[in-house]
Each structure stands twice: as structure tokens, then as C-alpha cells.
């Protein structure tokens, strides 16, 4: 039993599964430890986190008052649905050897053009969802296709350009939002219902969470991120480039074009980001005083999910378990910082993943 | 005998390998020793433990007869070791001197550099070995052996007693080796001692006295150069007998292939190195573009192949003009290419050998269909190729190419080209780095395609495989064809002259 686990922990193909497996046991240990240091008890952490994921409230267990709460899981899928967005955005420009801190701001542009598009025009669902949908994703793309060709034409660092786009984002559409008709400085008005995600019916089942059908969104976009990056031969282009685009160039390959299509891509999944909270969370454009972090969260999510298409779910189911149960743990005076602590050395460890490797190769040796 | 070092009974294992397995080397004073061994024999394992970089895991070292532990580089140095690396670790737009003394620097009063004393020892330590170097010239300006004399200077500068060569004569031209072959006399004469790294058995033969040799981490045995032909030296490095001729026919070359007509291209500094260049490779031929590195092959190649555009000329493959094609267009139109760099440019090192495999023809039918690739013909080709050309890997297809040797490495790629059967295959130091095995293979299939009717143009700094395996021999200098002339009518001094910028059969 002890050489079969030495011999599964020593095989480096196994480490693709172990390590992150490893980072998020690490990373709770960890902030585990530090509640402790602050003299409080790590039980309140873990039990956060079961009633944000699970709707189960310990508190309440034993007493008159409801032990489990569907509103809550709910809740935990709405937060969870945009960062899968944006982690597959991160992760498909990460596959190509670009990163793309430009999350937020296509995020941004998708949400203002579903905004527009559902306050402008009035069809039937069958139209006008799919106009919407469209719209924020081509906005998004739109928005990527920047960076990536002035990366293509003029060697421009990507990470430079994404990041000044982001506030210019947030401030073109801030202006243009409150131009739209009935918007006051903080909110537009309701989207027409033709362009609405939102579900009475999911509603009901989840007693009223803001559950929404974007969730089929999500999964179309993962299943479309895993067909391009492992079926076709688009995708073996854009992995070779993100290995070696030197030995891209010598094959043929149109590496700059491919890198300029993959930030287009990569914004597409963070402007559909951008339409399910419109058309599924609120149901109303907003006017943002600050970024609202889906983007920045998506990277958290790609490098926790190794920039694949599931492990970007994974990472975001994880992160948003982290973020839904911040208001409860507080309540149990635990600092919420506690989360992002968690987290963050989660994608330290990571980071760090040759190591853990070498770790791991060495414990598992026999003499 | 008085040894100055002497590496006992050294073993080191890394995780799945022995390195250095019971190797015992012991250099005199005084002597030039040859550490002789194929790519892999552990050699530069061995190098690295002298040199401190890595523990011994069993075996002494002793230096001047004491027994030593070499935790680091700096231990290393205190003992007077000195190491010339292969590739020269020199910064380019600093003076001769300056490069010396870096790190060492003498001062004078408030922190100043004292570049005068220093330049004075220089030129005192190169008149005492006739190294015969300006220490005021700018290392861009001065000519790739003057640089490796600099090497040997720096060494000398800090006293060193041992000097390593690693791999001295992989870029520079024969009067060259010459040239460093009598300064490594001139330093033993002067009392150092000098261990060659070199898998070059005439230079073993030439200038060593004796040669310990490695084959696959073990040690095979020490021998008096004087006494030991180059046959039986290569026979206990590699451990079986081996030829040295490349086994071939006379060519038969047929119709013009490729062709360049008053070809100009600009190197990276966007300076027409490249100045009308023409050049005809035929069907059935080996051509090989012969030249101290430098000289203008790279750009050369690279505006073959369409990496590099080409300011005026015109070049073409079978007739057809290709001059402002594609890389993909030339690629189809019937280009292959063994990359110089096979790290960089021939392959993706983390993807799998399939991947790699597949890197040229991965969008072509059967491998794909309508941009979707079709996993098992990919397969089926990969699995194919790796029976067909022997590529030794761990876990076949699915092998990460970042895992294999450097020889099945480039056995990969020539897989690869070859079975795209090109017209025209570009081979540019096909066989850089590699053991003797595997350059036996790839000369073989090289031949192989030669005899099939294709144009080969090959590139190489080695004298031996340009004289053996080329058909005719285009002498590059500057970006200018010196002469063109046949292999079986030329000799090794012929074609230095030429590689110097001498023309053929002319004085300057």
C-alpha cells in the first residue's frame, strides 16, 4: 500500500491532478494556521463555506429555525458563473503565451453592449436573447482584438495595453450608460424581458436566488474552450505559440495572426462574462464606481485551474466558495482578509508547482 | 608522477541515472589530458563536480596531492582552476581589458578603475604565450579566435594553474585551431596544466598527451595519446568499431533544384551582409555551404526557408519563384529544413513527439480535416515515424520531446522533413552536438535522399563532415561565395584559406 502511493506520488504524469490537490490543502492549512495566531477558531471558516456551497447552516441545526438554505446555493452558482467566464478567458490567452489582464475591461464592454441592446431593442426572447448574447460577446472580442493586434503588429506588451483599457472601459461606458434613456447616474433601466437570462422558474426552485439560465452559457463556453484548444488545428497553432513561437514561425504557422485571434477569443468569454450579469444577475446596467474584480479573479481562476477548460470551472467553484462565505464568517468574527489569504497562497503554491514536483519525486523514492 | 588533480572512484547520481559511475581521472602537471566521451558519457558531470557546482555522491578530489572539498565556483578558482567555456561569456562593446578584469577590478584612488595597470599586466601575460591580443580592442571588433584568446586570458589573469577547455574548436576556423593548438603548448610549457573536453579525435591526436575516456558514466581507461590511433580511441568511447568515412556513391546530380540569383539580405543589425549571392543546388547533390560561423549561412538559410525577407535577388525551387512566398508556401512548394537551433526552431519541447511530429503537416489531410484534427492518423504517422527512423523515446507517441536526447531529438526532426519528401532538404549542422552514432545515422539518411533525386544543402563548421559528406563545397566569407569546388579535389588547407577570405586558387 505505502510503495503503490510512493509510486503514484512519484510519477510525475500523476502530478497534473496532485499538486493542485495539494495547493488548496496547503492554502487551508495555512490560513487555517493564521485564525488560529488570531486566537479564533478555524472551525468558523470551513463552517462558512459549507452553508455558502451547501446551504447547510450548523448554527441552526438542532434548533426551530431552518438548518438549510437552497437561496444560498443559488447565490453561490450567480457569483460562480462570471469568474468561469473570465478564468476561461485568462486561461485560453495563457495557452497562447499571452496574459490577459484585460478581463475586467472586456468584461466591462460585454455588460454595456448587452445593456444597450436590451434596453434599445424590443423582440421576442428568441431574437433578441441571442442578439444579446451576440452583442456583449462581439464587444468583448472587440475589446481583446486591441491588445492582441497592436501585440501582432507592433510588439506592444499586451499586459500594458489590457490594463489601460480596463479604465478606459469602465469610463467610456460609465458616460454611455447614463445617456441611455431613463438612466440616473447610478443604474439604467430594467432590460426588456425579450433580453433577460433571469428565470421565474429557477427562482422558485432556489426560493428566490438570482439563479439564472446563464449557467447553460457557462457550460457551452467551456465545452467550446475545450473542442478549440484540444480538437482542432487551430488550437495545436495556438499551444505551439505559447511553447515556442520561434519554432511556430519556422512551421508555417501565422503566429502573430493567432495571437491577435486568441486575445479576440480570450475577450469573447469575458464579454459573455459581461452579459450574463447583465441579462441574468441584475437584469439592469450599472454605473461602476470601481472595478468589480470578476476579471482579476478570473486569473486566480486560471491558475488554479492550470488554464485548462474544467479546471477553470473547478477554479472557480473554489474561488467563489472563498467569496460567498466572506459575509458569514464575519459574522463569526473572522476577518474576511482570511480568504483572499487562502487563496492567494494557493496560487503560490502554484506557482511554485516544479517544486512540489521535485518534492514529490524525492518522497516517493524507495532507498 | 606528481598529479595535480586527481578525481578518484567519483560517482554521481541524479534521480533515474548514473552520471559518473566510479570515474577516476587524474591530470599531471604539465599536461594536456583529453577527457574524451560521446554526449551523455558525463563528462561535463565531471566538469561540473572539479568545478564545484555539484557534489560527488561517493570518490575523493585531491589538488596538489591534498585531499579537497569544492563546495562552490569561488572554492574552485582559490585552487587555481580555470575554465574556457565553449561559448564565450564576453560583453560585446567592452574593451579586451575591461572584459578581464570584470569582477576583479583594480582601483585607484576614490573607487576609480585602474584600467592602465590592468591593461599593462594583460599585455605582459599575452606577450609571455604569444597570445598576441590588444587589450584596448573592442571584443565586437576582433575576430572570434582573438575572443577565445581573451578566454585564456581571463583565466591567466587570475593565476589560474588548471585550465579547462570545453569543446575549444567547435567555432573557429582550422589555421585557427592551429593557432590555439600552439598556445596550449605554449601554456604547458609554461608550467599549466590543461584538461581538453573534446569528442575531436584528431585534435586529441594532435596536441594531447594523454586522453582519459567515458562511455555512458563509466570510465573506460587512460592512454598515451602518442600510442593510441584515432580508431581505437573512437572504439572505447564508443564502444564498438566504427567507420569514419561516410559509406557513398559518386552523385549523379540532374536538373537545378534551387536556385539564387544575386541574392541580398540584411542581418539583424540591418546591414546587407548578404550582397548578390548566387548559388545553384542540383537534384542528387550535396552542397554544402562551408565558412567560420557568421559568415552569412544563417541569413542565408533563413532567406531560403522565408524567415527572413530578402532585399533584392530572386530565389527559386524548380523553376518556380519563391523569393516573396510564405514560409507555409515554401514549405508546400517542397522546402525542408533541419533547423540550426533545434531547441528554438525545430521543435516544441513541451509538446509530445506526436506534436512534433506533426508540426509541419498537422493541417494537412489525413492529419486533420476541415481544421479538426484526426487523432488517430496523427497517431498512426507518429508511431510510424518512430519506427521508421529509430527515434528511441520512453513512452513513443506520447514521449515529451523536453525528455529525450539531443540525437533522437534531431532524429525527430528529420523524420519529420524527410517524410515530407521534399525537393530541396536544408540541413544546417545536422549533426551539432551529437554522438558518434547518431551522426553515422543522420550522414546515412542524408545520402539516402541525395540518392533519391533530392537537393540537399547542408551547413557545417565541421571540416570533417564537410570533406566527407558534401559533393561540392560553396565557401562562405562575409556573405560572399569564395569558390566553389569539389570535395574529392580539396583539402583542408585549400578551404581555410578560403573560409579566411583568400579566393579560390588566388592570393588576396
Redesign the interface.
Known amino acids: 500500500m505505502i510503495n503503490y502511493l510512493r509510486a503514484y506520488i512519484s510519477d510525475v504524469k500523476n502530478h497534473k491532478i496532485l499538486i493542485p490537490i495539494i495547493a488548496v490543502v496547503m492554502g487551508f492549512l495555512l490560513g487555517s494556521l493564521i485564525i488560529l495566531l488570531s486566537k479564533e477558531n478555524p472551525w468558523y471558516l470551513y463552517k462558512a463555506l459549507i452553508q455558502s456551497v451547501f446551504g447547510v447552516n450548523f448554527d441552526n441545526l438542532g434548533t426551530d429555525r431552518p438548518a438549510f438554505s437552497i437561496r444560498r446555493v443559488g447565490e453561490y452558482f450567480v457569483y460562480v458563473m462570471p469568474i468561469t467566464l473570465t478564468g476561461l478567458s485568462v486561461a485560453f490567452a495563457f495557452r497562447t503565451g499571452l496574459f490577459n489582464i484585460g478581463a475586467e475591461g472586456q468584461l466591462i464592454m460585454g455588460a454595456f453592449a448587452a445593456t444597450a441592446l436590451g434596453i434599445y431593442l424590443d423582440y421576442p426572447a428568441y431574437i433578441l436573447l441571442p442578439t444579446v448574447i451576440m452583442g456583449g460577446t462581439l464587444a468583448g472580442a472587440a475589446w481583446g482584438f486591441i491588445p492582441g493586434y497592436l501585440k501582432a503588429r507592433f510588439n506592444v506588451h499586451e499586459v500594458v495595453v489590457t490594463i489601460m483599457l480596463n479604465y478606459a472601459a469602465m469610463y467610456i461606458t460609465n458616460f454611455l450608460l447614463k445617456m441611455l434613456p431613463g438612466s440616473d447616474s447610478l443604474k439604467t433601466v430594467g432590460l426588456n424581458s425579450g433580453a433577460l437570462l433571469s428565470s421565474d422558474f429557477l427562482a422558485m426552485l432556489t426560493s428566490n436566488s438570482r439563479l439564472h439560465y446563464g449557467f447553460i452559457v457557462v457550460i457551452a463556453a467551456i465545452v467550446i474552450f475545450w473542442f478549440i484548444i484540444n ?4 488550437g ?2 495556438l ?2 505559440v505559447g ?2 513561437i ?9 503566429s502573430r495572426r493567432n495571437a491577435a485571434l486568441a486575445m479576440s477569443i480570450a475577450g469573447a468569454f469575458s464579454g459573455l462574462a459581461g452579459v450574463i450579469l447583465v441579462s441574468g444577475t441584475f437584469g439592469y446596467g450599472r454605473v461602476l464606481s470601481h472595478f468589480e474584480n470578476y476579471g482579476f479573479d478570473g486569473i486566480a481562476v486560471a491558475l488554479i485551474g492550470g488554464s485548462t477548460a474544467v479546471g477553470s470551472l473547478l477554479g472557480a467553484l473554489l474561488l467563489g466558495a472563498l467569496k460567498a462565505s466572506q459575509p458569514i464568517m464575519q459574522g463569526d468574527g473572522i476577518s474576511k482578509s482570511i480568504t483572499i489569504i487562502i487563496y492567494a497562497s494557493i496560487i503560490v503554491f502554484i506557482a511554485i508547482r516544479k517544486h512540489i514536483s521535485k518534492i514529490l ?1 524525492k518522497m516517493g ?1 524507495t532507498d | 608522477m606528481e598529479y595535480i588533480i586527481e578525481m578518484l572512484n567519483i560517482t554521481k547520481e541524479f ?1 533515474g541515472i548514473k552520471a559518473n559511475d566510479n570515474v577516476t581521472l587524474r591530470l599531471r602537471k604539465g599536461e594536456i589530458h583529453a577527457l574524451l566521451g560521446e554526449n551523455g558519457a558525463g563528462k561535463s558531470t565531471l566538469m561540473s563536480i572539479l568545478f564545484g557546482l555539484y557534489r560527488p555522491d561517493e570518490g575523493v578530489i585531491r589538488i596538489r596531492g591534498e585531499e579537497v572539498d569544492i563546495a562552490n565556483p569561488n572554492v574552485a578558482n582559490s585552487y587555481g582552476i580555470g575554465m574556457v567555456h565553449q561559448h564565450f561569456k564576453l560583453v560585446e562593446n567592452f574593451t579586451v581589458t575591461e572584459n578581464i578584469i570584470l569582477g576583479i577590478e583594480p582601483r585607484k584612488s576614490w573607487g576609480r578603475i585602474d584600467i592602465q595597470t590592468a591593461a599593462k599586466r594583460v599585455e605582459d601575460i599575452s606577450k609571455k604565450y604569444s597570445l598576441s591580443v590588444d587589450p584596448h580592442a573592442k571584443i565586437r571588433d576582433i575576430t572570434v579566435g582573438m575572443q577565445q584568446r581573451v578566454e585564456i586570458l581571463k583565466m591567466l589573469y587570475r593565476d589560474a594553474e588548471i585550465l579547462i577547455f570545453d569543446e575549444p574548436t567547435a567555432t573557429i576556423t582550422p589555421q585557427e585551431i592551429d593557432e590555439l593548438m600552439k598556445i596550449m603548448k605554449s601554456l604547458v610549457a609554461h608550467g599549466k596544466s590543461i584538461l581538453l573536453i573534446t569528442h575531436k579525435l584528431s585534435e586529441i591526436k594532435k596536441v594531447s598527451d594523454r586522453c582519459s575516456v567515458l562511455r555512458k558514466g563509466r570510465y573506460v581507461g587512460t592512454v598515451d595519446t602518442i600510442d593510441t590511433t584515432e580508431k581505437q580511441m573512437a572504439e572505447m568511447m564508443v564502444g564498438r568499431e566504427i567507420s569514419f568515412k561516410v559509406d557513398k556513391k559518386n552523385s549523379e546530380p540532374g536538373d537545378v533544384t534551387l536556385s539564387i540569383k544575386n541574392l541580398s539580405v540584411k542581418n539583424n543589425r540591418k546591414f546587407n551582409l548578404i550582397n548578390n549571392l548566387s548559388l545553384e543546388v542540383r537534384a542528387g547533390e550535396i552542397l554544402c555551404i562551408s565558412g567560420v560561423d557568421g559568415n552569412g549561412q544563417s541569413e542565408l538559410v533563413e532567406a531560403i ?3 527572413r525577407k530578402i532585399e533584392g535577388g530572386t530565389i527559386s525551387l524548380c523553376g518556380k519563384d519563391l523569393s516573396h512566398r ?6 508546400l512548394a517542397g522546402v525542408g ?1 533541419i ?1 540550426e537551433d533545434r531547441h ?8 509530445n513527439l506526436e ?1 512534433n511530429l ?3 503537416t ?2 494537412q489531410a489525413p492529419l ?1 480535416k476541415r ?3 484526426d487523432f488517430d492518423e496523427r497517431n498512426k504517422m507518429s508511431e510510424r515515424l518512430i519506427d521508421e527512423f529509430d527515434v528511441r523515446c520512453n513512452n513513443r507517441s506520447s514521449t515529451i520531446v523536453r525528455s529525450m536526447s539531443g540525437g533522437n531529438q534531431q532524429k525527430a526532426i528529420i523524420a519529420r522533413e524527410i517524410d515530407r519528401s521534399p525537393a530541396l532538404l536544408i540541413a544546417a549542422q545536422p549533426t551539432r552536438g551529437l554522438d558518434i552514432g547518431a551522426i553515422e545515422y543522420i550522414h546515412k539518411r542524408l545520402v539516402e535522399e541525395r540518392d533519391a533525386g533530392k537537393a540537399v544543402l547542408l551547413i557545417s563548421f565541421e571540416m570533417e563532415e564537410v570533406l566527407n559528406l558534401s559533393d561540392r563545397i560553396a565557401v562562405i566569407y562575409e556573405g560572399e561565395i569564395m569558390g566553389i569546388v569539389d570535395a574529392d579535389k580539396t583539402n583542408e588547407n585549400e578551404l581555410g584559406l578560403m573560409m579566411a577570405g583568400i579566393r579560390e586558387g588566388g592570393a588576396l
Do not use: C, W
Open positions: 480538437k482542432t488545428t487551430f495545436y497553432e499551444k505551439a511553447f515556442n520561434h519554432a511556430t514561425e519556422y512551421a508555417g504557422m501565422k519525486v523514492r | 534521480p526557408t522565408g524567415l510564405s514560409i507555409r508556401e515554401r514549405t529544413y533547423p528554438k526552431h525545430g521543435l516544441v519541447l513541451d509538446f506534436e506533426a508540426l509541419q498537422y493541417f486533420a481544421g479538426i484534427i
